[in-house]
T-cell receptor, first 111, second 112 residues
Framework: DTGVSQNPRHKITKRGQNVTFRCDPI?????LYWYRQTLGQGPEFLTY????????KSRLLSDRFSAERPKGSFSTLEIQRTEQGDSAMYLC?????????FGSGTQLSVL | KNQVEQSPQSLIILEGKNCTLQ??????????LRWYKQDTGRGPVSLTI???SENTKSNGRYTATLDADTKQSSLHITASQLSDSASYIC???????????WGAGTKLIIKP
């Protein structure tokens, strides 16, 4: 499978714990995006990388959230001290020119 | 305020029938308009991307239209199949991929 891969698919955690998600983009794509989606809503932009540089961050990305893309390949999104409001689907997408290719997402449930 | 509104919120049709989903937007600047299909529990999949100068674009049984003057778009699905059951999301790009204004989607259910 040469699409965008996200792991894990599902994550259940207790409030206050830290969680980390991984995204492996399509190999030749230099741009990588993280979105958050709640039920019945469209995805909300969180952050964007071009190669290893993090170029944009949404105001939604509080200081509990951090994303990295070492060496411009895979990316990780970490949420520290999770809150119940963090429960959502976290989507990763990559692109080369324009068209976005999404992964299947990581569904986070904070208990 | 930049926003994308979709209608109807949900739609149920019988297999084999056609349907049209609507999208109205107030977004500036405008770069392109996209339609995505999203199955439950999966990421969105791109159906069409249209720039300002394009009026119609087809992808198999999916045909999208764009009227840049009235800021309206539609997605027409022909001869629906059970696998078309999904949410269809209209997205307007302002300038780049991180400046996307997403609609809330239309949930389409195809019944046999």
């Amino acid at each position: 499978d040469t699409g965008v891969s996200q792991n894990p698919r599902h994550k259940i955690t207790k409030r206050g714990q830290n969680v980390t998600f991984r995204c492996d983009p399509i190999s030749e794509h230099n741009r990588l995006y993280w979105y958050r989606q709640t039920l019945g809503q469209g995805p909300e932009f969180l952050t964007y990388f071009q190669n290893e540089a993090q170029l944009e961050k949404s105001r939604l990305l509080s200081d509990r959230f951090s994303a990295e893309r070492p060496k411009g390949s895979f990316s990780t999104l970490e949420i520290q001290r999770t809150e119940q409001g963090d429960s959502a689907m976290y989507l990763c997408a990559s692109s080369w020119t324009g068209k976005l290719f999404f992964g299947s997402g990581t569904q986070l449930s904070v208990l | 305020k930049n926003q994308v509104e979709q209608s109807p919120q949900s739609l149920i049709i019988l297999e084999g029938k056609n349907c049209t989903l609507q999208c109205n937007y107030t977004v500036s600047p405008f770069s392109n308009l996209r339609w995505y299909k999203q199955d439950t529990g999966r990421g969105p999949v791109s159906l069409t991307i249209m720039t300002f100068s394009e009026n119609t674009k087809s992808n198999g049984r999916y045909t999208a239209t764009l009227d840049a003057d009235t800021k309206q778009s539609s997605l027409h699905i022909t001869a629906s199949q059970l696998s078309d059951s999904a949410s269809y999301i209209c997205v307007v790009s302002m300038d780049s991929n991180y400046q996307l204004i997403w609609g809330a989607g239309t949930k389409l259910i195809i019944k046999p």
